[in-house]
């Protein structure tokens, strides 16, 4: 069965410092991989999608297919992006069924 | 543009109850999605809907049920209720269906069984 595995539920960091965000897959096939983030009070919202290779906010998020991972990243964390991260995949084409894993709760200091 | 908005934002029903969610999606979009979400189980997909047809569905009891109207809103529907079916629930609307759009999802309904 395809899963979504993050294995840190919470991640602190100091404003400035790196953090990077696990997040690993099981499927056999070509998934499509996205990260959504919720702030506090606020609706879940894509953060970004692996094949559209951008930077949002500073994030970026490489597929390793033979290490199946899907790591999120930022080299210089800010308060702002302290949130809920969930990392998902999508495996069915023309389908909107996402499987999450069950977050990570980042929380950047002062 | 409004987002997604569902109704009741929260709600309390009685064990063995029914309930029902009602979803608008984002104007112009033709897909949504249900999602539950728990503290144990995280964010787990319930179904989807294009075009008033039930495209996908998660691995629920029969109890959840739901459907689309023409004019793309959803509703679910959770019958018998149980304890266990406290949770949010999500939905989402996007544009058409497919893996490259972008998923909006609305704030939720909180929904305790007592």
């Known amino acids: 069965a395809q899963r979504v595995t993050q294995p840190e539920k919470l991640l602190s960091a100091f404003k400035g410092a790196p953090v990077e965000l696990k997040c690993n897959y099981s499927y056999s096939g070509s998934p499509e991989l996205f990260w959504y983030v919720q702030y506090s009070r606020q609706r879940l919202q894509l953060l970004l999608r692996?094949?559209s290779r951008e930077s949002i906010k500073g994030f970026t998020a490489d597929l390793n297919k033979g290490e199946t991972s899907f790591h999120l990243k930022k080299p210089f964390a800010q308060e702002e992006d302290s949130a809920m991260y969930y990392c998902a995949l999508s495996y069915q084409g023309g389908s909107e069924k996402l499987v999450f894993g069950k977050g990570t709760k980042l929380t950047v200091n002062p | 543009k409004a987002g997604v908005t569902q109704t009741p934002r929260y709600l309390i029903k009685t064990r063995g109850q029914q309930v029902t969610l009602s979803c608008s999606p984002i104007s112009g979009h033709r897909s949504v999605s249900w999602y539950q979400q728990t503290p144990g189980q995280g964010l787990q997909f319930l179904f989807e809907?294009?075009?008033?047809?039930?495209?996908n569905k998660g691995n629920f009891p029969g109890r959840f049920s739901g459907r689309q109207f023409s004019n793309s809103r959803s509703e679910m529907n959770v019958s018998t209720l149980e304890l266990g079916d406290s949770a949010l629930y999500l939905c989402a609307s996007s544009p058409l269906r497919g893996s490259g759009n972008t998923i909006y999802f609305g704030e939720g309904s909180w929904l305790t069984v007592v």
């Open positions: 809907y294009f075009s008033e047809t039930q495209r």
């Open positions: 692996h094949i």
